[in-house]
């Protein structure tokens, strides 16, 4: 936290490299959380970028009285959500070519790895917009429920409403559909 407050208080003084250090701690993480909104991988990342743009465009307007990747995500969040909303965004999926990624080592491995991400990422864009949001803001980045809270503008009990009502959803499913998430169609 100290480390990242020296940075944006450089990037404040006019030091636009320090920027770079920003960009490079949340980068990965930000994408992963995007490109699962948007399930395109040129589409998250143009919206990786804009924020990144918009974030630091706004640095001056982070108080330090939050966290400030709780800060960070809100901003390009909010971003990418005016952006569906002005565009009204369709998502528009890329297959990735399977023979690219394979380790020909453990094909057997490496297949089953891909199965079970494949339902799962289907099992969660099958969500509502602001359960998929919460279930990737809360697994996939690790982000705390009062976290999540401030980021989408609503209460810790509203918070973990949605997130139970999104894994019942998703129990529900694997109950219906059956596949390798055994664990979630027993209350796991």
Request: net charge neutral.
């Amino acid at each position: 936290m100290e480390e990242e407050q020296f940075w944006i208080q450089q990037v404040l003084a006019g030091d636009k490299q320090a920027y770079a250090y920003i960009i490079n701690k949340y980068k990965n993480q930000l994408y992963a959380t995007i490109f699962r909104m948007t399930k395109n991988p040129q589409d998250a990342q143009d919206l990786v970028q804009e924020a990144f743009i918009k974030i630091y465009r706004n640095l001056d307007k982070y108080d330090a009285s939050g966290s400030f990747s709780g800060w960070l995500y809100r901003v390009a969040i909010n971003h990418c959500m005016d952006e569906f909303r002005k565009k009204r965004y369709s998502l528009t999926q890329i297959e990735v070519d399977e023979e690219k990624v394979v380790n020909p080592n453990h094909p057997e491995i490496v297949f089953l790895k891909k199965e079970k991400s494949r339902q799962l990422e289907r099992l969660v864009s099958t969500l509502p917009e602001d359960e998929r949001l919460i279930i990737l803001l809360r697994y996939v980045n690790e982000i705390s429920y009062e976290e999540i809270g401030e980021l989408m503008d609503i209460p810790l009990s509203t918070v973990r409403n949605k997130l139970h009502r999104a894994k019942k959803k998703m129990r529900e499913t694997v109950k219906r559909e059956g596949g390798y998430f055994y664990e979630l169609s027993n209350g796991g």
